[in-house]
C-alpha cells in the first residue's frame, strides 16, 4: 500500500497551479548526495570519483541534479500518488558540479493544458549555487496528469517526435568517439549501453524518500497496468548524457542540450542502448555547435525515447 501523505496536495491535473513557485529548497552536494547520485544515474567516470580528474576537483554528476529536478514538484505534491505519463524532457547544462557546492532548487508549472481528453501539464525547475547564483542546470518536463480510461499504460503514449527521428545507423561508418566540427552528417558517435537494474530504479525514484511508485514497487506497477516496475523516462535522459558527455567532454558541463520524446516503457531489466548520429554544424552565440539526433532503444530494437542534442566544439 503506497504510504499517502496527506499533509501533501494530491498530484493531479486540477490541482495544479499554474506560476506557483515550488521552492527553494537548498541540497547538499556532499559525498553521500555524490555516492547516491552516481549509483542512480550509473556514471562512474573519474570526474566523479576521483579528485584530480577535474580542475574544479571531483564533481557531482549534473545529471544526478537533473533527476531531483523532475522531481522537485514533490516538494508540494505527494509522490506515493502520481500515476502520469513522462512524455518528455529538456535539459541545459551550464556549470560543473564540484563535490561541496550547496545547490538551490527552485520550480513553477509554467502551463497546462487539455487535448483529446488528456490533461497535459509542463513543469520548469533549475538548480543553482546558492553562494554565487550562478545557473548549474535547468529543465523542462511535460507529464500527463490526468489519463483518459481508455489509454492503455505502458503502450507508449507519446507523439513521435515533430521531425522525426529516423534512428539510422550508418553501416561501414567507423563511431566517433569525440567531438570536432569536421564530423561529416551522418557519422555516429559511440553508442552506450545500460541495464535497467531494479536497485538502480528505486534510488533513483525515491525509495531513499519512501516514495511508492511504479518505478520502486511490483504491485503499484501491475496495479496501474504495466507488466513489471519500468524506469522513469528521465533515466533515459541521464543516460544520454553520459553518452553525450563522454562524446563532447568538457564542453558538455558547460554547454550541454538535449530534447528527448519517451516512446515506450523501459522495463526492469531491459538493455537500452544509447545512440547518436551528427545531424551537423551551427553557429550559437557561444561558438560553433555539434547537432546530433539521439535515441534509445531496448534489447528487441524498439525504440523507447528519441530527441536531439547538442554543445559547444572547439
Not at 496527506?6 to 555516492?35: C, K, M, N, Q
Not at 518528455?88 to 563535490?99: A, D, K, N, S
Not at 524518500?209 to 504491485?219: E, V
Amino acid at each position: 500500500m503506497p504510504r499517502i501523505d496527506f499533509s501533501l496536495r494530491e498530484p493531479t491535473y486540477e490541482a495544479v497551479i499554474v506560476g506557483e513557485e515550488i521552492g527553494p529548497v537548498e541540497v547538499l552536494a556532499d559525498d553521500h548526495y555524490l555516492r547516491q547520485g552516481t549509483f542512480a544515474v550509473d556514471d562512474h567516470r573519474p570526474w566523479h570519483t576521483s579528485a584530480d580528474a577535474h580542475p574544479m576537483g571531483q564533481l557531482v554528476p549534473s545529471t544526478a541534479v537533473l533527476r531531483d529536478l523532475v522531481a522537485h514538484f514533490c516538494t508540494i505534491y505527494d509522490a506515493s500518488r502520481v500515476v502520469g505519463l513522462h512524455q518528455r524532457e529538456e535539459v541545459w547544462f551550464h556549470r560543473p558540479i564540484p563535490l561541496g557546492t550547496r545547490m538551490r532548487y527552485t520550480g513553477r508549472y509554467i502551463d497546462k493544458y487539455e487535448r483529446r481528453g488528456k490533461g497535459y501539464v509542463v513543469f520548469e525547475a533549475e538548480a543553482r549555487d546558492a553562494g554565487d547564483g550562478e545557473l548549474l542546470v535547468r529543465q523542462i518536463s511535460t507529464e500527463i496528469m490526468r489519463i483518459p480510461e481508455n489509454v492503455t499504460l505502458g503502450a507508449g503514449s507519446a507523439a513521435p517526435p515533430e521531425d522525426r527521428v529516423a534512428g539510422t545507423w550508418t553501416p561501414g561508418v567507423e563511431p566517433a568517439a569525440r567531438a570536432h566540427a569536421d564530423l561529416a552528417p551522418g557519422t555516429p558517435i559511440v553508442p552506450l549501453t545500460k541495464i535497467a537494474y531494479q536497485d538502480q530504479m528505486s534510488v533513483f525514484s525515491g525509495c531513499n524518500r519512501q516514495w511508492s511508485n511504479i518505478h520502486t514497487d511490483i504491485d503499484v506497477a501491475t496495479k496501474a497496468g504495466f507488466r513489471d516496475t519500468l524506469a522513469q523516462g528521465a533515466m533515459e535522459t541521464c543516460w544520454s548524457g553520459e553518452l553525450l558527455g563522454r562524446f563532447f567532454g568538457e564542453s558538455w558541463l558547460t554547454s550541454g542540450w538535449i530534447k528527448q520524446v519517451y516512446l515506450k516503457p523501459v522495463y526492469r531489466g531491459d538493455a537500452i542502448t544509447l545512440r547518436g548520429v551528427v545531424k551537423g554544424l551551427e553557429r550559437g552565440d557561444d561558438g560553433p555547435r555539434l547537432t546530433l539526433e539521439v535515441w534509445a532503444e531496448n534489447q528487441d530494437g524498439v525504440m523507447t525515447a528519441a530527441g536531439w542534442a547538442s554543445g559547444r566544439v572547439g
